[in-house]
């Protein structure tokens, strides 16, 4: 679509028949602020992305969050995520992320903003498994380049690392570090740029009408009244849907540290070293130069990201110390000097949720992003936005991410 066609196509609301909506139920409607054709609720990395691709597709958008895109309370909200395509035999999601790195490249051009960083990724294991072997497989029948390496070969290639432990590394020489916060907000900037409404407010479901739901209801006492909604709101869909996702979408926390590196020695910054993961922590070089990042695996088993406190604890300082005293030793002493509390809002099998509420034909749920979801966000935005309008999407696809899945 050019450019006169799409501001042609903006100015005209979107028709109700076109959505399949009755007129003369919403006529029925209380008084609302001004009817927009979609709204979408979360301003992260599926919602901000979904907003923007249904503005670019000529439809009247708002986007809603509560604290605003990019907000530190978000799960896209850290400075830093990382793309690539590993994923096991899970060969739909290296196909996505491998059209990802395309969207990506292709909006920081549009963008005029650098969003992505070529690291690679190392895997480490102390033996081959199944999974490793499966994620070789997959990627070099999708094309994608890796290297498998011994434990004296990581030696060699990196000796600012110990591998002690770990007989295989497998390299991903593509993938890369997204700039995550600065993203949302550069996607933000060009949703309103193109005519798209954002609001900072707390919404939550409002008026129902047989199988439809009329409008939000905002935290002012104000309502918002559109012909379809996208509930994109990451570890806050379990409390606004809790009978529906409040045991299907989990919410830990995870502490992030920063820890700085040794005056003049950049063996640990970018692009001197890739990014990493192993079963207990993964992590990033020094990047943009806010430290060399360490991530445990694990940690709170629930976290309320409104109210809970956003300090790392001393035991997950002296949890991330341990491992670099380990893994890279010459970093054991350095001091930590930047911090992060994280959430994530993972499914148990850790497969997205891009469905239709089962009470309301024109709700769509699309969350359940369990830690991987950053990366996809171009590319996921646009089938949320084709699901939000029923338009044809990838049948496999749609059903690895319904709803009512086992």
């Not at 990395?45 to 309370?73: C, I, K, Q």
């Not at 309103?192 to 006492?221: F, Q, V, Y």
């Not at 063996?267 to 360490?294: H, L, Q």
């Not at 171009?378 to 949320?384: K, L, S």
Request: hydrophobic fraction near 40%.
């Amino acid at each position: 679509m050019d450019r006169r066609t799409f501001l042609k196509a903006a100015s005209v609301p979107l028709g109700a028949s076109a959505l399949g909506v009755n007129a003369s139920a919403l006529g029925t409607t209380a008084q609302t602020t001004p009817r927009s054709s979609v709204v979408v609720v979360g301003g992260g990395a599926f919602g901000a992305w979904t907003a923007l691709h249904l503005r670019e597709m000529g439809h009247t958008v708002t986007l809603l969050d509560a604290y605003g895109p990019g907000n530190s309370r978000a799960t896209s909200g850290d400075e830093t995520r990382q793309i690539r395509c590993g994923y096991g035999d899970r060969e739909l999601y290296s196909r996505s992320a491998l059209r990802a790195f395309t969207a990506w490249r292709t909006r920081q051009e549009e963008f005029g903003v650098p969003l992505m960083m070529e690291t690679g990724r190392l895997q480490l294991v102390p033996d081959w498994t199944p999974g490793l072997r499966a994620t070789q497989a997959t990627l070099a029948k999708i094309g994608v380049k890796t290297e498998a390496m011994t434990q004296d070969e990581m030696r060699k290639r990196y000796p600012q690392m110990n591998p002690e432990g770990m007989g295989v590394g497998l390299l991903e020489p593509g993938a890369s570090v997204l700039r995550a916060k600065q993203a949302i907000l550069t996607v933000a900037a060009a949703f309103k740029r193109k005519g798209g409404t954002i609001s900072i407010a707390r919404a939550k479901p409002g008026l129902g009408e047989g199988r439809r739901l009329m409008d939000l209801e905002i935290a002012n006492g104000d309502r918002v009244a559109a012909q379809q909604f996208v509930f994109a709101c990451g570890p806050w869909l379990p409390r606004l849907f809790p009978a529906l996702l409040g045991t299907r979408i989990q919410v830990p926390g995870r502490d992030v540290l920063y820890f700085g590196t040794p005056a003049g020695d950049t063996r640990f910054t970018f692009p001197n070293f890739p990014n990493y993961s192993e079963d207990r922590c993964y992590g990033f070089a020094n990047i943009d130069e806010r430290g060399f990042k360490v991530c445990a695996t694990s940690g709170a088993t629930s976290f309320d990201p409104d109210t809970d406190e956003r300090i790392v604890t001393p035991h997950e300082v002296r949890r991330a110390r341990a491992y670099l005293a380990l893994r890279f030793p010459a970093l054991k002493d350095q001091p930590v000097i930047e911090t992060r509390v994280c959430q994530l809002e993972n499914t148990a099998d850790e497969h997205f949720i891009i469905d239709r509420h089962p009470d309301y034909d024109n709700v769509l749920i699309a969350g359940g992003g369990s830690g991987h979801g950053f990366k996809h966000g171009p590319v996921i935005g646009e089938y949320i936005a084709k699901r939000a309008l029923g338009e044809p999407t990838d049948p496999a696809f749609d059903h690895m991410v319904r709803l009512a899945r086992a």
